[in-house]
């Protein structure tokens, strides 16, 4: 006997939810428990509806399905009493006969609101014309949705309606199955109706007799089905989709591509791109616990770029799957989350003295100080005492930083004679022999105080762990993982790519690495081929946003709009392909005279949305471009009477609005974000440091508009964006 749920379980009242799980509880125990008085109605639509008791007030709303192998409940949703029997007198369930999907309907005709007034457009001359109908512009049909899709027949005559995204977007709002919704998004999103039919398993069932109780059972295992229905694997899993909502909705309702990316084998490594919020994260953490759960328990790196980050992962993995295995060192059994630096950092330290090895390979002295870390103006010291020959263009910590990390450590370079020789491919500016010369002169003298003092930087640690692991497996070592996951690959340096490489064998589903480059903000353009990870046909993408909705989404896809991006093969990235099922007003642009009139401005606006009824006060920010623009904001709005708490390392806590920055947002997400201070020479900043080549220069540049981006995409419902003086060149209205 099996209890499923559809998504109405995440939306239930506060003060329902723990009946409802006690109801639940006691009914997959056992349905016949007196208590729970499981009960057939009179004269109902549906002979197979049952009501339940939750409490004195409240009544749960069943299908009772019965198959030779079980009987399973199907809750459809808790209402009062009275509203509850009504419910349960005229809902049906069946399978559509088009699409083969189970639906709950009326039996009674539904009332469907009018379609909205479609959007006018203003001509120059200040007169207005309609816009036609978006779905026809792209060539289908009611029948098109209706008869090939199955789409509910009034539903598609909305569709048909809608005038542009935006409008679309309302109407997918109000879709009467999730898959509806998502397959309209996807015909605007140029796939076929075919292609659509695949993807949710659509339409291959037609023979079935459409209100038995096994083709149903049938028809909830399909694709389309499970975007709405979830069977419930344990009692402590059914607590946690009713305690969290809407927020825990991606433990059980995976979108089908998502699924499969979750599920699906490789022969190898395999990448998932995607754009800000379509779940990339999500399919990690399920991936990892399915791969976790195989026989017997495998090792599992999953990492990413920051600390935090990896915070986020490990703390969301609990949530997912509370029991999964976990490893507590390197090397045992079971999930290991931990950042790609740490994790590097562990790996030194555990060598112990055997990292002297590696040290000699790496750096050409066998150290084995490797505890300490270079200070963030090592560089610009090694340029003050070592850099006289060097041209000014050069002196540069930014060069330094990018050429050590992508030429220098990687190719294991300890001496002048080496570098002299070493090819630097993609790397812009161009180093003839004298150049070269006094480059290494300024290396040597880094690399000779890191010594003195026993310290090393961030890239050597890896790199050290790197070789130490390459050491060890070429003795006869197993390496320390089954498999590794990646989160916020874009970010990843050559020397943590290379660590990853050697934490794993070569295999089947040794690497997967979720990325998205519009949102690299650390770090420089790379291709993973260089550094052993072969990807070759594994490369997947997810287009549909669950975060931002439409309006926002389109805003922070402008950011981008002009810009060159590739992916971590090297290939041309394209934004255009994103979309959100979600609607909600458009963002607010506000042009403040001077940085006081901007917190006055962002305090009324925050006070407004703090005394909303139902908000919790964390998931409003505040993003801006530095901590000292964070200490101010924070101070400013506390004499303008709104406290709110500045956010670092640590994580968010309830009770305030959070102010933090933009670096600091990657991974989080929040209802109503502001983006403070997006003005002319904060954001792009003046890039000082990246003097020395052009293509650095446009790198940066890069990096200054996937900072907006990453920065706008943390909304998940308003968006304001505030500036005083001049407007970021990056926003356009
Ligand atoms: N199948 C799903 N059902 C419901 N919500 C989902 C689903 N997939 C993702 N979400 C929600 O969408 C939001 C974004 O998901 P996630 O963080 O995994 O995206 P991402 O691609 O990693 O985003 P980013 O790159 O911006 O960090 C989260 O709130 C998540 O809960």
């Not at 399973?72 to 007198?89: F, K, M, R, S, T």
């Not at 009477?641 to 806590?653: K, Q, S, Y």
């Not at 933090?660 to 974000?673: D, L, N």
Request: hydrophobic share 40%; charged share 25%; glycine share 8%.
């Amino acid at each position: 006997m099996s209890v499923i749920i559809t998504k109405l379980v995440s939306k239930l009242e506060p003060g329902l939810k723990k009946k409802a799980f006690a109801f639940l509880e006691k009914l997959s125990e056992d349905p016949s428990l007196p208590g729970l008085h499981i009960e057939p109605i009179n004269n109902s639509a549906d002979p197979r509806v049952r009501t339940g008791r939750v409490d004195q007030g409240y009544r749960a709303v069943l299908f009772k399905l019965t198959t030779p192998d079980s009987v399973d409940y199907v809750l459809h949703g808790i209402w009062p009493h009275d509203d509850a029997i009504e419910v349960a007198q005229k809902v049906v369930l069946k399978l559509n006969p088009i699409s083969g999907v189970p639906e709950i309907l009326d039996a009674a005709p539904t009332v469907v609101p009018e379609p909205e007034a479609a959007p006018a457009e203003v001509t120059p001359a200040g007169g207005k014309t309609s816009l036609p109908p978006m779905l026809a512009a792209y060539g289908f049909g009611v029948k098109d949705l209706v008869d090939s899709l199955g789409l509910d027949a009034r539903f598609a005559e909305l569709a048909m309606a809608a005038t542009d995204e935006d409008s679309l977007a309302s109407v997918v709002d109000r879709a009467p199955a999730d898959w509806q919704g998502l397959a309209l998004i996807d015909l605007i999103g140029g796939t076929s109706i075919s292609d659509i039919k695949e993807r949710y398993g659509l339409g291959q069932h037609e023979t079935e007799d459409v209100h038995s109780d096994e083709a149903i059972i049938e028809g909830l295992k399909r694709p389309a089905s499970q975007l709405t229905f979830a069977w419930i694997e344990s009692n402590a899993e059914l607590e946690r989709v009713i305690n969290e909502g809407d927020f825990g909705a991606w433990r059980i309702f995976l979108h089908p591509d998502q699924r499969q990316y979750v599920y699906k084998g490789y022969n190898g490594s395999a990448r998932l791109t995607g754009g800000a919020g379509t779940g990339k994260t999500v399919v990690v953490l399920h991936r990892a616990r399915a791969l976790t759960r195989r026989m017997p328990t495998p090792r599992v790196l999953v990492t990413t770029y920051t600390t935090n980050l990896a915070n986020m992962l490990d703390r969301d993995l609990r949530r997912l799957d509370p029991d999964l295995p976990r490893a507590k060192n390197i090397g045992d059994a079971g999930a290991y989350v931990v950042g790609v630096d740490a994790f590097a950092a562990r790996v030194v330290k555990a060598a112990g003295p055997g990292i002297a090895k590696a040290a000699e390979a790496v750096l050409g002295v066998a150290t084995t100080e490797v505890s300490d870390r270079s200070p963030s103006t090592a560089w610009a010291d090694a340029i003050a005492v070592a850099g006289q020959a060097l041209p000014p263009q050069l002196k540069s910590p930014g060069f330094f930083e990018e050429e050590y990390s992508a030429v220098v450590l990687p190719n294991q370079i300890r001496e002048k004679a080496e570098y002299l020789k070493v090819r630097r491919p993609g790397r812009g500016v161009a180093l003839d022999r004298a150049k070269r010369t006094a480059v290494w002169d300024v290396i040597a003298s880094y690399r000779a105080t890191g010594r003195i003092y026993g310290r090393l930087d961030y890239p050597e640690v890896a790199t050290l762990a790197a070789e130490h692991l390459n050491l060890q497996a070429a003795a006869g070592a197993t390496r320390p993982f089954d498999y590794v996951l990646v989160d916020e690959g874009q970010d990843l340096s050559p020397s943590r790519w290379q660590l990853l490489r050697a934490a794993v064998a070569e295999g089947k589903d040794d690497i997967f690495i979720a990325e998205d480059s519009h949102q690299r903000i650390y770090g420089h353009r790379i291709t993973l081929s260089q550094y052993g990870i072969k990807i070759v046909g594994r490369a997947r993408r997810l287009n549909l946003n669950y975060r931002t909705t439409a309006q926002n989404l389109r805003w922070a896809m402008s950011v981008l709009d002009g810009a060159d991006y590739s992916d971590l093969e090297g290939e041309a990235e394209d934004h255009s392909k994103y979309r959100s099922a979600r609607s909600g007003p458009v963002p607010q642009f506000i042009a403040c005279e001077s940085v006081a009139d901007e917190l006055d401005r962002v305090a009324d606006l925050v006070k407004g949305w703090t005394s909303e009824t139902d908000v919790a006060p964390e998931t409003l920010a505040i993003l801006v471009r530095d901590r000292n623009q964070q200490e101010r904001v924070v101070s400013g709005l506390a004499e303008r009477g709104v406290t709110v708490r500045g956010v670092d390392n640590e994580a968010i806590r309830p009770g305030q609005p959070v102010v933090m920055t933009m670096h600091r947002s990657k991974g989080t997400e929040f209802s109503k974000v502001v983006l403070f201070g997006v003005r002319e020479g904060s954001i792009p900043a003046a890039l000082r440091d990246q003097n020395y080549d052009e293509s650095a220069q446009a790198d940066a540049l890069l990096r200054e508009r996937s900072l907006l981006y990453v920065a706008a995409t943390r909304a998940r419902d308003l968006l304001a964006v505030t500036w005083s003086g001049k407007p970021s060149p990056l926003v356009k209205r």
